[in-house]
Every structure is written in structure tokens, then in C-alpha cells.
């Protein structure tokens, strides 16, 4: 929309843009198409966009083929667009984006992140949205350029600091241009800027432990003109022999360290162990015969290459509200690798019991006891790998603590969402939970 045409427009729905809301509407058509472009949208594409206003973005990402969602806080505005896109593929959510569950977004596939942000709430959108488990596999943002000058930012620069390296040790930033105020109205007092933000390959950076990193970094850049070795005692109390292994001097400051050197500095302070498998080859299963009865004992690799009937168990571990933990799956294990599954879940060892099994990997994958009720068991088959598996329920709000060579993430989800997910996007579950799940879900007879 032309300039013209959105000062009309607000005329005749009534919208006076309000300060606190960060309502600056873009008019400029080139830079919208930009920036849609940018995001390499296609039909194949589900976008998420953030404050619409009156569709200045929204309109070539649907021209894009891509189908979306969109959050606006104004109400008059979720009428006109609503009514602006009928009959195109786009929701609309009369909502505060703050408030948003991004969990809801998974059954949608990958998500590509497009909005116009209003200054005052920018950051902690991009956390809420970008915070890992998401599905969100691109975000094209404009922000206060302030903002993204700090999100981008590389060592030694006055812009380098706390904020950048949290983004940046997921992220990917690429600031792609300056945007002047000069293009929205009203105009706000600031310049803008667009920026591309995409997940790090695993494998990218190092493996390390997230808290570590994070009190490094705060305590590093609590004053930013000291040396940093002195800031961090409490933590590095050899920082001269820190400093020598991440290739950096004794009077080194905050700024001067690279994200790489930062994430060598938090495993030099506490290494990362047992990240190079997370499936011990030589564990010993029960082999059992069509009717589950213990037949032998095999090795792990000689029970799955052979395809033998073989024991497990799955643990559907619910909170208070209803919802279930799923757990998604490292991507150093031999089999259905970052894919989701149940809450816990492993195999029978040799001379091992059922029961005993589910106790064992509650504690081993999260770290918790909890009271156990078997709930079913299901025929080794085709589907759950030739398993025959007992089926447990249990009750805990957490935290959880799991294993990084097991598992990559936890995360609770309402039920609903899990039913749709699975319809819509069968392959990105375990099979084994598939099964689990069906059986759940299916009323008994």
C-alpha cells in the first residue's frame, strides 16, 4: 500500500497509530517485496508473521504462494485484514505475540518467521519465538537498528556484547540493510534495520553447556573496560592457562573474544563428556520368540541388523496440566536420530524386567523417579521394530536432567497438539512412539 492509501485506510477503520503499541506502518511496496524475497518464500512455505498492521508484508508473502499466520494486537486491524485477504490462505490471531505458545507452530512443519517489530518488546519476541525447541527455521525481522546493530555485532566493536553472543551461539545473523524511518508512518524517531536470522547446523559450534556460557559471558561483559580473567576468577581460577588454550592474551577484555574462543572457554572450564555416541553397540538386549518369552541373548547390533524380537519399554510422563513430555532424540543415535519420541523410552537388557527397565531409563533419560502404572503392551511388529513394548504412565512437573549423547531436547506439549502433529507430520516421531501414541489414543475395545 502507498503512502496515501494506509493514512486512508487508518481513516476509515479508525486507527490512530499508538506509541506504546510500536505501530509504524511501512509504505514503501519495493521494500516490502524485498524483504519477502529475502525470505525466499514459496508455495511449500508456512509463515508466522509478527504485527502485520495493514498488510504491507503480508500481501507479496501471500503473492509468495506461502500460507500464513498472522498475530496483530489491534483488533480493527484483524477485522481489515481478514476481510483485505478473504478467501487467501491466511489466519489471523487477535492476540498479544508475547502470549503466543510456540509449541502450537510444530504440527505446522517448518516455520519461516517474517514481522515488523515494535521496538519496545523486539528482543524479547526474538527469545520467545527463536528460543530452542522451535520450529522456526528462518526469521527476516525488522528491528531498531540499535537493536540489530547488537545482534550482529563481531568482536571488538562497541556493539559487541551479551545479546549478540546469546543469538549468535544459535544463530546465524546477517544484517541485511539499514532501513530509514522515512518509509513508515508515522515515521519513528529512529532508523530500522532488516535482519536474517538461521539456525546453526549441529556440529557448526563445539557441543557445550549452555549455563556455563551464559554466566561466562554476563560476568565477562558485567565491566566491560577490565580485564577478563579478573572478572571470572570465581570460575577460571587458572586464567592464565585458559587463555593460552582458547589462543587469547592474559589482559584480554569481554569484547576481544570471538564466539568460538567463548565456547572453548566454557569447555575448558567444564568439558563436555560422552558426546561422540549416543548408543552403546555392544548392550546386550533379550532376545525373545513371537510369543515374548526369552529366547537367548544378542548384542545390540546383532539384534537390530538381524531384526530379532527384542524387549522395551515407553514412558508417557505427564505434568499437572494435562500435558506430555516428549523428548527429541540426539542425532548420535543408531536409530530414528532427532526425531521425537516419547518421554523416556530403551530397550530390555539381557535379564532385566520390564518393570525395572522403566524405572532404570526414567532415571537415566531424565534424571526423575516417579510412580509407574503399566498401561499397555504392544505386539512386536513391523512398526515398533520388531519390540515388543510395555507402555508406562507416570505424573512430574520436572526439571529434567538428560544425557546430551541421548537426547537433545525435552519439551511438555498439550495433548491436542501431539494428535495434530502426528497427523499432519508422521515422519518427524519415532516410530515406536507412533505405536505408543495410536494405542493411547484408540478407546479400548
Known amino acids: 500500500?502507498?503512502?496515501?492509501?494506509?493514512?486512508?485506510?487508518?481513516?476509515?477503520?479508525?486507527?490512530?497509530?499508538?506509541k506504546t503499541l510500536g505501530q509504524n506502518f511501512l509504505h514503501?511496496?519495493?521494500?516490502?517485496?524485498?524483504?519477502?524475497?529475502?525470505?525466499?518464500?514459496s508455495a511449500r512455505d508456512f509463515v508466522l508473521e509478527v504485527g502485520p498492521g495493514v498488510g504491507a508484508i503480508t500481501a507479496p508473502a501471500l503473492a509468495a504462494g506461502a500460507e500464513l499466520l498472522a498475530i496483530e494486537k489491534d483488533g480493527r486491524l484483524v477485522e481489515f485484514l481478514r476481510e483485505k485477504f478473504s478467501g487467501q490462505p491466511l489466519e489471523m490471531i487477535h492476540g498479544d505475540a508475547l502470549e503466543f505458545e510456540v509449541k502450537r507452530l510444530f504440527p505446522r512443519g517448518p516455520?519461516?518467521?517474517?514481522?515488523?517489530?515494535?521496538?519496545?518488546?523486539?528482543?524479547?519476541?526474538?527469545f520467545?519465538?527463536?528460543?530452542?525447541p522451535t520450529p522456526?527455521?528462518?526469521?527476516?525481522?525488522?528491528?531498531?537498528?540499535?537493536?540489530a546493530l547488537r545482534l550482529a555485532a563481531g568482536p571488538r566493536s562497541k556493539d559487541y556484547g551479551i545479546l549478540g553472543l546469546v543469538v549468535q551461539s544459535q544463530y546465524r545473523v546477517e544484517y541485511l540493510?539499514?532501513?530509514?524511518?522515512s518509509v513508515f508512518l508515522p515515521q519513528p524517531e529512529v532508523d530500522s534495520a532488516l535482519l536474517r536470522l538461521t539456525p546453526r547446523a549441529a556440529g557448526e559450534l563445539p557441543d557445550f553447556d549452555r549455563e556455563l556460557f551464559l554466566t561466562l559471558v554476563r560476568r565477562g561483559f558485567s565491566q566491560r573496560r577490565k580485564q577478563l580473567g579478573k572478572l571470572i576468577k570465581k570460575e577460571v581460577d587458572d586464567w592464565p592457562h585458559a587463555a593460552a588454550e582458547i589462543g587469547a592474551s592474559a589482559q584480554t577484555r569481554a569484547e576481544e573474544l570471538s564466539l568460538q574462543q567463548w565456547v572453548r572457554l566454557t569447555n575448558f572450564v567444564r568439558p563436555i563428556t560422552g558426546k561422540t555416541s549416543g548408543t552403546d553397540l555392544t548392550e546386550e538386549f533379550a532376545v525373545v520368540d513371537e510369543n515374548d518369552r526369552v529366547v537367548g541373548r544378542a548384542p545390540r547390533h546383532e539384534v537390530h541388523g538381524n531384526n530379532l524380537r527384542h524387549r522395551a519399554v515407553h514412558i508417557f510422563l505427564f505434568n499437572r496440566a494435562g500435558d506430555l513430555l516428549?523428548?527429541?532424540?540426539?542425532?548420535?543415535?543408531?536409530?530414528h536420530a532427532e526425531r521425537w519420541d516419547s518421554s523416556a523410552a530403551g530397550h530390555v537388557s539381557a535379564g532385566e524386567e520390564y518393570d525395572a527397565t522403566a524405572v532404570r531409563e526414567l532415571r537415566e533419560e531424565l534424571g526423575v523417579t516417579a510412580a509407574l502404572r503399566r498401561i499397555a503392551k504392544l505386539p512386536a511388529s513391523e512398526e515398533t521394530g520388531k519390540?515388543?513394548?510395555?507402555?508406562?504412565?507416570?505424573?512430574?512437573d520436572g526439571p529434567f536432567a538428560s544425557p546430551r549423547a541421548e537426547i537433545e531436547t525435552v519439551q511438555f506439549f498439550p495433548r491436542d497438539v501431539i494428535a495434530r502433529w502426528v497427523a499432519e507430520r508422521p515422519d518427524d516421531f519415532a516410530p515406536g512412539f507412533r505405536e505408543c501414541w495410536r494405542c493411547l489414543a484408540t478407546p479400548p475395545a
Request: charged share 30%; with cysteine.
Open 111 to 126: 516455520v519461516k518467521l517474517l514481522g515488523n517489530l515494535p521496538y519496545y518488546i523486539s528482543t524479547e519476541i526474538l
Open 136 to 147: 522456526i527455521i528462518l526469521a527476516v525481522l525488522m528491528l531498531q537498528k540499535e537493536v
Open 326 to 335: 516428549l523428548q527429541k532424540r540426539s542425532r548420535w543415535k543408531d536409530r
Open 128 to 132: 520467545r519465538f527463536l528460543e530452542p
Open 1 to 18: 500500500m502507498k503512502l496515501s492509501e494506509i493514512a486512508n485506510t487508518l481513516r476509515e477503520i479508525g486507527v490512530v497509530p499508538v
Open 28 to 41: 514503501d511496496q519495493n521494500l516490502a517485496r524485498w524483504i519477502v524475497k529475502e525470505a525466499e518464500l
Open 177 to 181: 540493510r539499514t532501513i530509514p524511518a
Open 387 to 396: 519390540e515388543f513394548i510395555c507402555l508406562y504412565r507416570g505424573e512430574h
